[in-house]
């Protein structure tokens, strides 16, 4: 992963920083950019680029929902349904994205490889519920009426 342009990339992340541990959520960003997901074998590498062990690399990765452990469909969809939003509907938010995108359940992809569907926390917009970010997107006052047509204008 970390040759060429990338190793240039990484390089001047790491020039950031008085450490190369502190570079780690970058790195794992990068990775995730290139590869769409982080496998055992990429928390490898990037251990490996820090000088740090996998152990290390793989306790932040399960932390942090925002690195995929697995494949993920080309919309990755992260609904709120903590209490503030869940008292808005976030749960029929969720049951809407579930029917509209053919996923079987939470964290499985669709079977057309477009969507993946997951639960999170806070996404730091509770005066707008239910709040859902697609990819690198937000998308504020989520109803179950308005999730086909925010499906419909992913491109
Ligand atoms: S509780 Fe849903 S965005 Fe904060």
């Known amino acids: 992963m970390f040759v060429g342009a990338a190793r240039a990339e ?21 990775l995730q950019d290139a590869r769409g997901w982080v496998s055992e074998a990429g ?23 925002m690195y995929h452990q697995h494949p993920v469909g080309t919309y990755f969809i992260q609904v709120c349904t903590t209490t503030p939003c869940n008292v808005c509907g976030a749960e029929d938010v969720v049951k809407a994205f579930l029917e509209h995108t ?8 669709s ?28 998308v504020e006052s989520v109803t ?6 925010i499906l419909s204008e992913l491109k």
């Open 10 to 30: 990484l390089d001047k992340i790491l020039a950031r920083y008085p450490h190369k541990q502190a570079a780690l959520l970058p790195a794992l960003w990068m």
């Open 43 to 65: 928390m490898e590498e990037v251990a490996a680029a820090l000088e740090i062990t996998p152990a290390y690399v793989k306790g932040v990765v399960t932390f942090y929902t």
């Open 102 to 109: 053919g996923c079987e359940d939470l964290g499985l992809t």
């Open 111 to 138: 079977p057309d490889g477009k969507y993946t569907v997951i639960e999170v926390e806070c996404l730091g917009a509770c005066g707008f519920a239910t709040p859902v970010q697609i990819n690198n997107d937000y």
């Open 144 to 149: 179950p009426e308005s999730v086909p047509r």
